[in-house]
C-alpha cells in the first residue's frame, strides 16, 4: 500500500488473492495512526531497512509481532481476512457489504466465513419474535404442573448458560 493510494478517508487496494480493485473506508482507529506516521518513503509500511516489505517478509513481521504479543499459535497473519469477514457478519453487515470490503468474489466464499455469526444473530432475532409473538401461546395456569414450570422458568432465567454448548437432555 502506498502513500498516494490513501487519500484521509480511504485507500485504494488490490486484493492479492483475486486482484480485485477496492476502495475502502478507513476506520477512524487507523486513520488516526496513519495521520501521525511519518511519510518518507511512498510506501506506507516499510522495513527497518526503509525498504517496502515484500509479501513473505510482511508475513514474517506479522508472525513475529504475534509471538512477541503472546498470542496461540493458532493466529496467523491469513487469519485478518477471515477476522475481518467475522466481525463484519457480526455487526450485522450483509455478504455484499463484507464482500466490498474482503474482495471476495463468490457469496459461497464470504458465507464459508461468516456462517457462525449469522446463524447467531439469525437465532436470536428467531427467538426474540417468538417472544413476542402472544398468539399461539398457552397462559401459564393453563398448563398442567404450572408451578413447577414456573418455577423452572424462575430458575433458567437467573443462569448464566454458556454458548456454544449442546444441552445434555432432551425437551
Known amino acids: 500500500m502506498l502513500w498516494a493510494d ?6 485504494r487496494v488490490a486484493q492479492q488473492k483475486t486482484a480485485t480493485k477496492l476502495t475502502i473506508p478507513v476506520h477512524e482507529s487507523l486513520a488516526g495512526l ?13 522495513t527497518q531497512f526503509k525498504k517496502p516489505f ?9 508472525s513475529n509481532a504475534i509471538d512477541e504479543a503472546g498470542l496461540p499459535s493458532r493466529c496467523k497473519p491469513h487469519g485478518l481476512r477471515k477476522a475481518a469477514a467475522r466481525r463484519l457478519a457480526e455487526a450485522g453487515c450483509s ?13 459461497a466464499e464470504v458465507e464459508r466465513y461468516t456462517r457462525a455469526a449469522e446463524q447467531e444473530q439469525l437465532a436470536r432475532r428467531a427467538i426474540k419474535r417468538q417472544s413476542e409473538n ?17 418455577e423452572i422458568a424462575s430458575i433458567i432465567g437467573k ?4 454458548t456454544g454448548i449442546e444441552p445434555v437432555f432432551q425437551p
Open 6 to 11: 490513501y487519500n484521509g478517508g480511504s485507500i
Open 34 to 46: 496513519l495521520a501521525t506516521a511519518k511519510r518518507d518513503h511512498p510506501a506506507i509500511l516499510t
Open 54 to 62: 515484500s509479501v513473505k517478509g510482511f508475513g514474517n513481521m506479522m
Open 95 to 107: 455478504a455484499s457489504e463484507i464482500m466490498s470490503i474482503t474482495g471476495h468474489k463468490t457469496l
Open 134 to 150: 402472544k398468539s399461539g401461546k398457552l397462559e401459564s395456569e393453563k398448563v398442567a404442573n404450572s408451578d413447577g414450570l414456573i
Open 159 to 162: 443462569m448464566a448458560l454458556p
